[in-house]
């Protein structure tokens, strides 16, 4: 299994950011996948799933209403398309496999300042 | 619905580490249990309660019962120091503990 983010930076208030997750060494369109975040220091905060099929999505109360998480099991990737970022978005996001969240990616920096 | 956890735990190499995760009925969930060293990405050690992931040694062990998960760590070694988070499913959001902080001295 190997997950691997990509599309993290320095963007400021407000702005748009659209995050990639590659999965591959297993079948992509068989699980659940999820979105978790950590800010600097902090513990993990779990931020979205949404379901093999991309049927279903779920978000937590903080990014509901922003954040949008999608996929595309034909291209094995997880997406987050993050908008009107704020300060407290800054943290790294890791995509994860399954709902024991059995394997993660190293994640990707997202750094939301002016 | 959220999980406890104590901000630090010490244990002397070889003796045994006990963290513990509080929750109301979390024993009526299925606990998860993850470790994260500094600068790398958490790594799945027990699931459904007391289940180890292949390549998990076996000195993890964990339980579930009542309002209370907790991870057993027998004969803990200078590797495990690290961070360790309890989670639960809740009304189909995925909930974290606040992490615990192992330290082997």
């Known amino acids: 299994v190997q997950l691997v983010e990509s599309g993290g930076g320095l963007v400021q208030p407000g702005a748009s950011l659209r995050l990639s997750c590659a999965a591959s060494?297993?079948?992509?369109?068989?699980?659940?996948m999820h979105w978790v975040r950590q800010a600097p220091g902090k513990g993990l905060v779990w931020v979205s799933r949404?379901?093999?099929?991309?049927?279903?999505?779920t978000y937590a109360d903080s990014v509901r209403g922003r954040f949008i998480i999608s996929r595309d099991n034909a291209k094995n990737t997880l997406y987050l398309q993050m908008n009107s970022l704020r300060a407290e978005d800054t943290a790294v996001y890791f995509c994860?496999?399954?709902?024991?969240?059995?394997?993660w990616g190293q994640g990707t920096l997202v750094t939301v300042s002016s | 619905f959220e999980l406890t956890q104590p901000p630090s735990v010490s244990v002397s190499p070889g003796q045994t580490a006990s963290i513990a995760c509080s929750g109301d009925?979390?024993?009526?969930?299925?606990a998860c249990w993850y470790q994260q060293k500094p600068g790398q990405s958490p790594i799945l050690v027990i699931y459904?309660?007391?289940k180890r992931p292949s390549g998990i040694p076996e000195r993890f062990s964990g339980s579930n019962s009542g309002n209370t998960a907790t991870l057993t760590i027998s004969g803990t070694q200078a590797m495990d120091e690290a961070d360790y988070y309890c989670?639960?499913?809740?009304?189909?959001?995925?909930?974290f503990g606040g992490g615990t902080k192992l330290t082997v001295l």
């Open positions: 009925k979390l024993g009526d969930k299925n």
């Open positions: 060494g297993f079948t992509f369109s068989d699980y659940w």
């Open positions: 949404i379901r093999s099929d991309g049927s279903s999505t």
């Open positions: 994860a496999k399954d709902d024991y969240a059995s394997s």
């Open positions: 989670q639960a499913w809740d009304t189909g959001t995925l909930v």
């Open positions: 459904e309660n007391n």
